[in-house]
């Protein structure tokens, strides 16, 4: 199966995620996945309730989408959903709701059920946050995909 065939299988089995689901009316339904060796990639354009102060994305929209591209490097690198364990941020630059973000999720390292996972959100070429965490595998995607 091709990568963007696999990309619409998760998704069509996942509609209703706030994340990527294309079904769930309010949520970030992040597109354009790519995945380039342990590094996949995506675009999110936010919605205009994604306010936080002065046009500015929340917080809590921005630890999501960071959350979701990294999960995204599990599914699609290491062929696992995971859930997250931990996840710690970093927020350098005021974020405009009015932008198109490229997100990066990035495979760390995995021992057995536990991934450690890299993820980074940019406005064109400047950094607005990034996250670490450790996730940890729920389910095999191997025999499904």
Request: charged letters at 25%.
């Amino acid at each position: 199966m091709s990568l963007p065939d696999r990309i619409e299988a998760i998704k069509a089995d996942y509609a209703h995620c706030f994340g990527c689901g294309a079904a769930n009316p309010i949520g970030l339904d992040l597109a354009d996945f790519t995945r380039d060796g342990s590094k996949v990639t995506a675009s999110f354009v936010p919605r205009p309730a994604y306010h936080g102060f002065d046009n500015t994305l929340h917080g809590g929209i921005v630890a999501t989408a960071l959350d979701e591209i990294m999960a995204w490097s599990a599914i699609l690198v290491e062929e696992v959903m995971v859930m997250t364990g931990t996840l710690d941020l970093r927020y350098r630059k005021p974020a405009p709701v009015s932008s198109r973000y490229r997100l990066e999720g990035q495979v760390q390292e995995r021992r057995g059920r536990r991934l450690r996972l890299r993820g980074r959100m940019l406005d064109g070429a400047t950094f607005v946050a990034e996250a670490s965490g450790l996730f940890i595998v729920i389910d095999d995607l191997a025999e499904k995909l």
